[in-house]
């Protein structure tokens, strides 16, 4: 069974810092580009940073560039997301999701179940 | 970048109705559409892929169709199951502003 599995939510103060966990399993990790995605309470699905297969390409929304970190450890079928300087707005469950890529399209499949990271002194 | 919204923003609808909602991009993205299903306290699930292509598992009561820059997600007969929040994506220029802004379904 393909599954993803975050970890490393939690309470934390405004400036500080916190690492997120994705543990990838059913599939060949190393062959696919993977994403975060966050969702504030009550708000919508928003992209934050994706990796590609071997980690040597990477992206990020404007709102986290230059605070958050992605990498991944193919050897431990294990995606990271390094958040530091968080703030109040960075509040929100994160996901992580694989993306598919085909002839004809490309599409998040599956996610995980997300993990809830709170930014509150 | 590519701008996606949907419509309506929520909906009301009883159980046997037949439900449509609507992304539009703002630029054409071909059929590089997909639609997901977020009932709450859950993860997004993937519905419709490539505008219209339903993916394994999912109740032949929905449907996608469109291309270009209107797109609609179908369901044809509600069932209790189906009260959630529906998000398209477009894949044409991932991954920034990649999602629409939700609709959210509710009993009536």
């Known amino acids: 069974e393909v599954q993803l599995v975050e970890s490393g939510g939690g309470l934390v103060q405004p400036g500080g810092s916190l690492r997120l966990s994705c543990a990838a399993s059913g599939f060949t990790f190393s062959s696919y580009w993977m994403h975060w995605v966050r969702q504030a309470p009550g708000k919508g699905l928003v992209w934050v940073s994706r990796?590609?297969?071997?980690?040597?390409?990477?992206s990020y929304a404007d709102s986290v560039k230059g605070r958050f970190t992605i990498s991944r450890d193919n050897a431990k079928n294990t995606l990271y997301l390094q958040m530091n300087s968080l703030r109040a707005e960075d509040t929100a469950v994160y996901y992580c999701a694989r993306e598919v890529i085909t002839a004809i399209n490309n599409w998040f499949d599956p996610w995980g179940q997300g993990t809830l990271v709170t930014v509150s002194s | 970048d590519i701008q996606m919204t949907q419509s309506p923003s929520s909906l009301s609808a009883s159980v046997g109705d037949r439900v449509t909602i609507t992304c539009r991009a703002s630029?054409?993205?071909?059929?590089?559409l997909n639609w997901y299903q977020q009932k709450p306290g859950k993860a997004p699930k993937l519905l419709i892929y490539?505008?219209?292509s339903l993916q394994s598992g999912v109740p032949s009561r929905f449907s996608g169709s469109g291309s270009e820059t209107d797109f609609t997600l179908t369901i044809s007969s509600l069932q209790p199951e189906d009260f959630a929040t529906y998000y398209c994506?477009?894949?044409?220029?991932?991954?920034?502003?990649?999602f629409g802004q939700g609709t959210k379904l509710e009993i009536k």
């Open positions: 490539a505008a219209s």
């Open positions: 994506q477009q894949s044409y220029s991932l991954p920034r502003n990649s």
């Open positions: 990796i590609n297969g071997d980690g040597s390409s990477t």
């Open positions: 630029q054409s993205i071909s059929s590089y």
